[in-house]
């Protein structure tokens, strides 16, 4: 099992600009679940709240209001039941990757023989057999995020995070990454909760989309095309694409609070 | 991939290659070429001075080699050392886990901080008269003294490194719910050593200014000695030779610290860009 949701979340912080005192609320009354097995993107324009709701969900922040819950067992601060995957991947410079991976694992408790080979066959499930002892800046960006992935993987979460792991690769590094995210999710069925901003991307690798804006959630929509999709270029050409691309759009395009 | 590789355009690319990649001239013939300008203009205008007022590299050299003969020169190396070493490495021992703690935890930075930075400016010149009084004309306070010098600046850089650690890296401890000690050690420690290691430099060169300044008070032994004697004399070449010696040791010490930084923190001279 693995399910996350949110209840009722909320967020306010306080800035201080020029000596004033402005209340900002960055969340309101954010509910959603992503259940068992599925991949949920979050989307909305920057500031939008996104990332800051999924940072709650990994307990890196702290709520205002609400309650996160994991498989209905409300969550205070990090645990090894969600693994992070952050948006530049923020390996340990001094480490390779195979010792990045093994840092997730002993944070665990995982020792010995196991701890080393755990972390070369998450390594490996991400394409990474030949690259266990490079170190960060020896990898190339999509590399990195690799690394990433299987840091988070390896620790054997409930529940993945990614906060818009793909943002800041090249258009052809992120096809190639969307397409082998998929793959690894139709090999462990892990539950994803996904930040982005790219709408392509949204509807290429979710099955429910949350649409946010200024801190609400706007709407959730359904992506109705199949899994698997082996072949996305394929997937960008249906029907069905254009047409939940088409009302997502809308939807990050509409006037704040019409929810239809 | 293309393996397709049309031959005049590959040897056009190589012969245009070894024009950029000319092998640029080694730091280390830089190096010696200034000290041949620096020490060539000093032995010939040196010769011009009175030699009560100043001296000339081959006078040192040969007031040095007499020292050396009678041995005078490695008991007073001996003396200045090993409460240099000692003093020096206290400081490193004791300043790194403090700066660690300042700059990682917001109440001991408001707790003691100030006392780190005042520290660093204390004129501990001033104070040295008093140190003696308390610890005597030995051994003692001239490791005290040297510790004193040489703990701030390490300390100072240290706190500074650890409040430079990005937030994400420390979010990846979090996440994987690495206990405060590991964020500290493992994340935090090895993100800080750059910082560190420039602390650990700076004290160097305050180290053995901290070392003659208690050799002076005390005046009893070392290299210090040796120069407030042939002060004293007017024999000034004899006295340039711990001065020199002094220098140089900062200089190996600074290379030695270099070494140690390439070897703990290797990936730190990868990444980092510098200049031809």
New interface residues.
Partial sequence: MGEVTLHDISKRFTLRIDGAVHAVQALNRVSFTVNDGEIVALIGPSGCGKTTALRIA???EIASGGKVTVDGREVSG???D???V?Q?A?L???LTALQNVM??LE??GMRGAELRATATRYLELVGLADSLNR?P?QLSGGMKQRVGIARALA?DPKVLLMDEPFGALDAQTRETMQAELLELHARTKKTILFVTHDLDEAVLIADRIVVMKHGIVQEIMTVPLKRPRPDLGKVRGTPEFADTRYRVWKALHEPTGTVH | MVDIVDPASARAQTSDEAAKTRRPVPSWVITIGSLIVLLGAWEIFGRDINPVFGSYPSAIAEAGWQLARTGKLWAALLDSLRPFLLGYALAIVIGVPIGLVTGRFRSVEAAIGIYITAGYAMPLVALVPLLVLWLGLGFAVKVAVIFLMAVFPICINTWLGVTAVPKTLIEVGKSFVAPDSVILRRIILPATLPYIMAGIRLAVGRAVVAMVIAEFFTSISGLGAVIITSANNFDTATMFVPIVILMVMAIGLNYLIGAVERWVAPWQAEIAGRDE
């Fill in positions: 990994m307990g890196l990090c645990g090894h969600r693994g992070m952050f530049f923020e340990l410079p001094w840092f997730g944070m665990k170190r800046h620790i």
